[in-house]
C-alpha cells in the first residue's frame, strides 16, 4: 500500500473462519479515499475487499454472547483456584504457582469485562453480506462507525441526481 493513502481504522485481530482452521487468518480494516479496505492475511497470502462509500447500504452491529462465555470460562476457572489456594496452607500460599495462575486468569477476565460488550459487524452492499471481525467489540464498532459515515453520506449524496 502507498504510504499516505491509507488509515487504519483497526489493528490486526484474529479472525477465526472454522473452529477445525489450523492457520488463523488477522483482518484489519483500512480508510481509503472513497472507499474501505478490509484485509484478511495470514502466513502465506493475504486477500483485499475493497467496498466503495456509494455502494454501502447498510453497516449492521450485532451484540454477541462472547464476553459472557469467556467470563464464564475464565470466572470458573477463576473460583476453582480460589478454592484451592484457600484450601492450602500458608506456606504453600507463597509458592509463585498460585501468583502465576492468579496472573493467567484473573488478567484475562478483568481485560475481557474492560474492554466492553462483543458484536458481530456486518457490512452489506447489493450484491454481498460481508462480516468485518476487527469491529469485535461494539465501543470500537461504533467510534469506527461514526467516523465514516460522513464519508459515506457525502459519496451517496454526490450520486444521487
Known amino acids: ?60 452491529i450485532r451484540t454477541t454472547k462472547r464476553r459472557a462465555t469467556w467470563n464464564f470460562v475464565f470466572g470458573l476457572l477463576f473460583i476453582i483456584w480460589l478454592g484451592t489456594f484457600v484450601s492450602v496452607d500458608a506456606v504453600q500460599r507463597t509458592n509463585p504457582f498460585f501468583a502465576l495462575w492468579f496472573v493467567f486468569l484473573g488478567v484475562p477476565l478483568l481485560l475481557n469485562n474492560t ?10 452492499t447489493a450484491v454481498q453480506i460481508e462480516v468485518l471481525p476487527s469491529l469485535n467489540r461494539v465501543r470500537r464498532a461504533r467510534r469506527i462507525l461514526d467516523r465514516i459515515r460522513p464519508e459515506i453520506m457525502a459519496a451517496q449524496e454526490q450520486q444521487v441526481p
Not at 23 to 34: A, F, I, M
Not at 115 to 124: H, K, N, W
Request: net charge positive.
Open 1 to 60: 500500500m502507498p504510504e499516505g493513502e491509507y488509515q487504519r481504522l483497526t489493528r490486526p485481530r484474529v479472525r477465526h473462519k472454522n473452529i477445525l482452521s489450523s492457520v488463523s487468518t488477522r483482518s484489519s480494516l483500512w480508510l481509503g479515499k472513497d472507499h474501505l479496505l478490509s484485509i484478511d492475511s495470514n502466513r502465506y497470502s493475504e486477500e483485499y475487499k475493497r467496498f466503495y462509500f456509494r455502494d454501502i447500504q447498510a453497516i449492521t
Open 115 to 124: 474492554m466492553g460488550p462483543t458484536c458481530a459487524t456486518y457490512l452489506r
